[in-house]
């Protein structure tokens, strides 16, 4: 159970974030009506809501570096809790950013996952 965790949730990290940095619209389709993102703080519920928040911030391009990935079984059911911490670079920025992010993956239909609970932070300092 515990090596499906990790790669599952590798899979779905480099999933992710290769769409977030390529294609952030089609995000959406990894969110339901029920989920639910905090992002800085600001909870945001819902794909439609969660999908406008990420295509709307205030870049149009980035690049993640994921630095480490620590998945766990959270439920009987087989959902994941995913960690993921790294940086985030910005055009024209010479500093990266470092994140947190934290991914609670339910399974669906057929052997996919969704994202119920998504917490995004920067780490400042």
Known sequence: MEEQAEMVGRAF????????????????????????????????LGA?????????????????????IDSQPSSPTGGIVVFVSGSLQLPGEEHMLRFS??????????????VQNDIFRLNYG
């Open 13 to 44: 990290v480099d999933h992710y974030y290769h769409l977030f940095d390529s294609n952030r619209a089609s995000l959406s389709a990894l969110y339901q009506p029920t989920s639910m993102l905090t992002f800085e703080g600001q909870k945001i």
């Open 48 to 68: 439609d809501d969660i999908s406008s928040k990420l295509n709307n911030l205030p870049f149009e391009q980035c690049k993640h570096i994921i630095s480490t």
């Open 101 to 114: 992010q934290m991914f609670h993956l339910i399974p669906g239909a057929e052997g996919t996952f969704f």
